[in-house]
């Protein structure tokens, strides 16, 4: 028999930006469809000074502004009504014991404690929650990003969670899994038998992945500084997406399976350590620049300090094991980058041999999955370009193109947090990041920073609206290969 989902959500960093984003407006839209249990209450807590009554004013608000003021008022009345708060300093023992109280009072079944706060508030918070009781088999933690800084800071945050909750109990956000279009990369390659003979070192020359964002830091910068683009999202992000791409078929879609597969991707990474880490990444900063015909500032001057963080990142990647041999993964990412663009790029190998004569080349066929602004899969194929063709047949490459928002018109695409939100609050891991992904992932990227360090591998300026500095061109170029821009 399948468990009830919880019967209390309790967020902590309810006041604060992502909370105020992306976390109270999903839960609105959960509601607006009738999607959220029936008897879910929601304990938000932050350190903020608020009644029940002014929280929900505060709510109400964040949920207007990112709906243009259009919730609709007797839905969002109800959602306010499942909303409770509690204001709690966590380093306050008597503020957490008031706030365990207040658990026990609304809880009516299994609840969700939603730890939206300083990473290194989540062992502390959870020790407080086991010392009063509420670290039990009808529990569990959801957890943001980032765990940690580094290999040795994540496993600390780990190991301090794992005091208290099983590691089947912990779920760790990387929003990236909750989209709609990551969850089509499954689909495609699981859902289909036309890929999967190609999948691999045989077929696939190079694949690409690129998250580039337009955006510069947002306010965000004292965060952002002390972590970087390849904290920020290689390490989370784009690994996942790797991860996706590369694993072998799980056997069912449920947690164990499809996580196992991703943990053997992870530990296949080569390490790029050393003298590779300049053949193999760059890293870049963005300076002044234009993005859609506006001018932006550089980053130093966002930050309003010198800074040798870099807002972009490069790699060239390998997954050493029999299926991806010798194909290279280039990965990037980058803030103030020309178009806002998440994309999943294979390239297959060329034809063996050009039977048109060599005014009429093949290009290689290529799939490209596109996540993001819109969702995308085209397959480029050549054909023939059409005429009498007198001096020979000429070649002309076109795309199969699906948009998948023309082909599901009618259905409303749910953020990524609607989604996690669901399957938290039934306990389903399965688009979750587990412990030990988590860890692989930062011993990876700590090997690459260290190398940075050692070789003094600063980032390379590049100004913003442009796609990233011109050394990544020679990533890929070195090699025979080229961005897809
Ligand atoms: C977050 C990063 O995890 O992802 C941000 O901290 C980044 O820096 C964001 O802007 C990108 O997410 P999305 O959903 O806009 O692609």
């Not at 600390?156 to 005091?163: E, F, L, Q, S």
């Not at 990551?182 to 999948?199: D, I």
């Not at 904290?231 to 996580?259: G, I, K, W, Y």
């Not at 940075?452 to 390379?460: C, I, N």
């Amino acid at each position: 028999m399948t468990k009830p989902p919880a019967s209390l959500l309790v967020l902590f960093g309810a006041t604060g930006d992502l909370a105020q984003r992306m976390l109270l407006p999903s839960l609105y839209d959960l509601q607006r469809d009738g999607l959220l249990p029936a008897e879910l209450r929601i304990l938000a807590t932050s350190r903020a000074e608020h009644d029940d009554d002014g929280f929900r004013d505060l709510a109400a608000r964040a949920i207007q502004s990112q709906c243009d003021g259009k919730a609709e008022p007797g839905q969002l009345r109800a959602l306010l009504e499942r909303m409770h708060y509690q204001s709690a300093d966590s380093g306050s023992p008597e503020a957490m014991a008031a706030l365990a109280a207040r658990v026990k009072q609304l809880k009516r079944g299994d609840v969700l404690f939603h730890l939206s706060t300083a990473p290194k508030l989540y062992g502390p918070i959870c020790e407080a929650l086991g010392q009063h009781g509420l670290g039990g088999s009808d529990s569990r933690v959801l957890l943001e990003k980032p765990i940690g800084h580094d290999l040795a800071s994540a496993c600390a945050i780990n190991d301090g969670v794992a005091r208290v909750f099983d590691e089947d109990r912990v779920f760790r956000v990387d929003h990236y899994l909750g989209k709609e279009g990551v969850q089509n990369l499954l689909a495609l390659r699981f859902g289909n038998a036309l890929f999967e003979p190609l999948w691999n070192a045989r077929h696939i020359a190079q694949v690409q992945i690129t998250v580039a964002e337009t955006v510069g830091v947002e306010g965000r910068g004292d965060y952002y500084d002390h972590s970087g683009a390849m904290r920020d999202m290689l390490q989370n992000h784009l690994l996942q997406l790797l991860c996706l791409t590369a694993m072998e078929p799980p056997s069912q879609f449920d947690p164990s399976a499809v996580r196992n597969e991703k943990i053997k991707v992870l530990r296949s990474l080569r390490p790029i350590t050393g003298a590779d880490a300049a053949s193999h990444s760059v890293a870049g900063q963005y300076t002044a620049g234009a993005i859609g015909g506006q001018a932006v500032p550089g980053y130093r001057d966002e930050l309003g300090r010198a800074s040798n963080t870099e807002t972009f990142v490069a790699l060239r990647a390998h997954v050493d094991n029999w299926r991806w041999s010798g194909v290279p993964f280039y990965l990037r990412t980058g803030k103030r980058m020309a178009a806002r663009s998440t994309e999943i790029y294979l390239q297959f190998r060329a034809v063996p041999h050009s039977i048109f004569g060599a005014h009429s080349r093949a290009e290689p066929n290529a799939l490209v999955i596109r996540l993001q602004p819109e969702e995308r899969i085209s397959l480029e194929l050549m054909t023939k370009k059409p005429g009498l063709d007198r001096d020979g047949l000429k070649l002309a490459q076109v795309a199969l193109d699906l948009d998948l928002h023309d082909a599901f018109g009618a259905e409303r695409r749910r953020t990524a947090y609607e989604r996690l939100y669901l399957d938290a609050l039934e306990g389903n891991g399965t688009l979750f990041v587990r412990r030990d992904e988590t860890e692989a992932a930062w011993q990876w990227v700590d090997g690459i920073l260290g190398a940075w360090r050692e070789q003094g591998q600063g980032p390379r300026p590049y100004p913003a609206g442009t796609w990233g500095p011109s050394s990544a061109v020679s990533l890929t170029e070195r090699h025979g290969h080229s961005w897809r821009d």
